[in-house]
């Protein structure tokens, strides 16, 4: 990430010109550091220690009424007596980093992650992640407040969400990638490898804290509340489903942090679930800290009736290790549970070394002086190559699922009609989560769909009428104006979808559609027979079935946010040609009248995902068209039927050819499906399929690339139905696609049982 430079630099020339930065001053004197004279003296200063000393050193000079506000978020207090500062737990950087703007500086907004998630670039969430780590450093050296706080952010970010995406009805399938948990976990691991493991390896850049541990998917459906509901899980889906992910982002990305959600799972309070804390521990080796949603240990007691009050739900979270709490509860009734004896003092110290522990790892008690870190400049902060990255993410974003007649590219010099609610979005294109975009706040400095399509129809009429006051209202007396626009245009571009008054953190949806006055209003525009391109704005999946045949093009481009505009008009007129592939499956409307939202099941029955799914979708998992065409082949002869040995690796080549007219990507997806496979317990294994790799790549025209899927033994395990993880004796299908159109198919047979882990809890 180049920022004393305007362009992408590698990691050892980034150290170097990191170096050249230590110079520069950040945050004045009055910036609150530890170990500053006079308190430099003290034991925890010094860093011949072990880090474990030192902090046994810190805890052991605070007084008792002091520990319950230091494991406090927003913010862990000072100790002026001992020049402890305090410190902000809980920057929010779901796609950039959630704080107000530093004067004219504000923070790079990238796409939501449902768009980040259809992308399927690992290394663009790589670079996602580094943007987040180096702006968050300078911006917490100028002390820059959170974007909904009036506290200064901290470095460690509470992202990212790496929930499935279990039903298209959660009001927050927008914060994460999608519904497979390979790509959850790769997306998770690469997150946090670009946020915590800078140049200097001595220490953190930032720190993640992976959300929400664990199965949450219901924010408040009908009398259902995130707050008080019970996420009933099997062993089979909590291991084949909605564990994997998590221990790909602490194994693979070494995550520092995880957060405890609100919910229970099987009955237990995730944030006093000693069992969870088991599975992180024991199974995955985790050893980072713990902190609680915002009120979570209240639910604990005052929602889930758990304990009888406060204290003792302070007690239940902290023996569960919650080390961080979000809320009161800590700082108002952690001492009184050790005063009655409800928790010992020594389990207690353990929060504080394990959450102080990252503070150190982030260099705060230690000198600064060659400390990059410390040094990094606040011109950083949207820094030009940065907004290049979140630009190129946005492009890499938008699928197209439909393109009739080839409507799309459209011709500069067009008479073009755009209409419908999102066609001046601003804040309709962000999502959530969002920092200040623009100085002193707002959303003014965006440029709409409407402004961006305008200046790239050169020598052409751009006629602007929305014809709705929102997405859900879409008044006569605002249609019939953009009705007669329609009427005098070549084409017609329809921006529609939903928003955070349909789909949001605290509220779910329960139907799939688009509003009735929106779909009313498009079904209008289909009758005056001419082109038309819908672009939909959305993070879950949205049913368009009952009027799409009326409808020739289809680009879906989630929440865009910053460069929405511009990425959207580029791609409509073809200066960009797009390659994502839908990270969820797309239903059929009568969807939700077939699985019921609040059963956290993936195999009951139709199934959930492309995983069980055994219906047919709108638009499957994977999907997404180019405007150009692509061909696959095996990269010799077809191979072989394959007998899988422990231990081996092997490498499937493909390659990929671009047959059409014009440069593109294409993304080519890996699954393996198990054939005629029976678990140890004796039952048929429900999964249809499952990722196990996948590349982006361009192409220019007439270009072909050789892909390399490497894979053993092991990419073929799953888990039985008690949670044993194995490589069960049977047949398999290793299957290579690009989401539509011809596969290729390699056979492998695994002769015996292959037993992997059984679940230590």
């Keep these: 990430i180049g920022f004393c430079l305007n362009r992408p630099m590698s990691i050892l020339f980034l150290f170097l010109i990191l170096g050249s930065c230590v110079g520069t001053e950040i945050g004045g004197s009055t910036f609150p550091r530890a170990c500053v004279k006079p308190y430099n003296t003290y034991p925890f200063c010094n860093t011949k220690l072990s880090i474990d000393d030192r902090v046994d050193n810190l805890i052991s000079l605070l007084k008792d009424d002091e520990i319950g506000s230091i494991l406090t978020a927003r913010e862990s207090v000072a100790v002026p007596r001992i020049g402890l500062p305090a410190y902000d737990w809980g920057m929010n950087a779901i796609h950039g980093v959630q704080s107000k703007c530093a004067g004219n500086r504000c923070p790079t907004s990238f796409p939501n992650p449902c768009g980040l998630g259809a992308s399927f670039n690992s290394s663009m969430v790589h670079t996602l992640g580094a943007v987040i780590g180096f702006e968050a450093r300078a911006l917490w050296h100028e002390r820059i407040q959170e974007g909904h706080h009036d506290v200064p952010i901290g470095l460690d970010a509470w992202s990212p969400n790496i929930n499935i995406n279990r039903d298209p009805r959660w009001g927050r399938n927008q914060e994460v990638p999608g519904e497979d948990p390979f790509w959850t976990g790769v997306y998770g691991e690469m997150y946090t490898k670009g946020i915590q493991a800078g140049p200097d390896k001595r220490y953190l850049l930032g720190a993640v804290t992976l959300k929400h541990w664990m199965a949450y998917s219901v924010d408040k459906y009908g009398n259902a509340s995130r707050h008080s509901f019970n996420a009933v899980i099997s062993k089979y889906d909590f291991h084949n489903t909605y564990t994997p992910g998590w221990e790909q982002a602490i194994r693979a990305g070494q995550a520092e942090g995880i957060m405890c959600s609100y919910n229970a799972v099987n009955g237990t309070p995730t944030c006093a679930s000693r069992w969870l804390l088991k599975v992180l521990k024991q199974d995955f080796n985790y050893s980072g800290y713990i902190t609680s949603d915002s009120g979570a240990l209240n639910n604990i007691w005052k929602d889930h009736h758990y304990t009888p009050n406060a204290t003792t739900a302070a007690a239940a979270a902290a023996k569960a290790e919650c080390d961080i709490n979000s809320g009161g509860i800590y700082k108002h009734h952690l001492e009184e549970a050790v005063r009655e004896g409800f928790i010992p003092k020594h389990d207690v110290h353990r929060l504080l070394r394990q959450s102080f522990k990252i503070r150190f790892k982030l260099g705060l008690f230690d000198p600064i002086e060659n400390q990059p870190y410390w040094h990094v400049p606040p011109d950083v902060v949207g820094k030009k190559y940065h907004e290049d990255m979140a630009k190129l993410a946005t492009l890499e974003s938008m699928v197209l699922l439909k393109n009739d007649k080839k409507t799309l590219p459209l011709k500069p010099g067009s008479k073009v009609a755009v209409i419908g609610p999102h066609a001046k979005a601003q804040r309709g294109m962000c999502g959530n989560y969002l920092g200040h975009l623009c100085p002193g706040g707002g959303f003014k400095c965006l440029e709409t769909p409407a402004e961006a399509l305008t200046k790239q129809n050169v020598g052409g009429t751009t006629t602007v009428e929305e014809g709705c006051t929102s997405v859900s209202d879409c008044p006569s007396s605002q249609t019939g104006k953009a009705i007669a626009a329609v009427k005098q245009s070549d084409v017609v571009v329809f921006f529609g979808g939903i928003g955070e008054s349909i789909e949001a953190e605290g509220h779910d949806r329960h139907n799939i559609t688009i509003p009735e006055?929106?779909?009313?209003?498009?079904?209008?525009?289909?009758?005056?027979?001419?082109?038309?391109?819908?672009?939909?704005?959305?993070?879950?999946?949205?049913?368009?079935?009952?009027?799409?045949?009326?409808?020739?093009?289809?680009?879906?481009?989630?929440?865009?946010?910053?460069?929405?505009?511009?990425?959207?008009?580029?791609?409509?007129?073809?200066?960009?040609?797009?390659?994502?592939?839908?990270?969820?499956?797309?239903?059929?409307?009568?969807?939700?009248?077939?699985?019921?939202?609040?059963?956290?099941?993936?195999?009951?029955?139709?199934?959930?995902?492309?995983?069980?799914?055994?219906?047919?979708?709108?638009?499957?998992?994977?999907?997404?068209?180019?405007?150009?065409?692509?061909?696959?082949?095996?990269?010799?002869?077809?191979?072989?039927?394959?007998?899988?040995?422990?231990?081996?690796?092997?490498?499937?080549?493909?390659?990929?050819h671009n047959t059409g007219d014009r440069e593109g990507d294409e993304v080519v997806m890996a699954f393996f499906k198990p054939k005629n496979v029976t678990l140890p317990s004796g039952r048929a294994s429900p999964l249809l399929k499952q990722l196990f790799g996948f590349q982006r790549v361009r192409l220019g025209v007439g270009e072909t690339k050789k892909l390399q899927f490497k894979w053993n033994m092991e990419t073929l395990a799953m888990h039985d139905f008690d949670g044993t993880k194995v490589v069960p004796e049977g047949g398999f299908e290793l299957v290579f696609s690009r989401g539509h159109g011809a596969e290729l198919v390699q056979r492998v047979q695994v002769a015996n049982l292959h037993t992997l882990r059984r679940p230590l809890v």
Excluded: C
């Design 517 to 656: 006055q929106q779909v009313a209003f498009i079904e209008e525009v289909i009758k005056v027979g001419k082109p038309i391109v819908l672009v939909l704005f959305n993070g879950g999946a949205l049913s368009i079935e009952s009027f799409v045949d009326g409808v020739d093009s289809v680009l879906e481009a989630w929440y865009p946010s910053f460069h929405g505009g511009a990425a959207l008009a580029e791609t409509i007129f073809g200066n960009y040609n797009p390659g994502g592939k839908l990270p969820q499956t797309f239903y059929k409307a009568d969807y939700v009248n077939q699985i019921p939202f609040l059963d956290m099941s993936m195999t009951v029955p139709p199934g959930r995902g492309y995983r069980y799914y055994t219906g047919t979708p709108a638009y499957p998992f994977g999907f997404g068209l180019s405007y150009t065409t692509f061909s696959l082949k095996f990269g010799q002869a077809e191979p072989s039927h394959i007998a899988a040995e422990p231990k081996h690796q092997y490498t499937t080549e493909v390659h990929v």
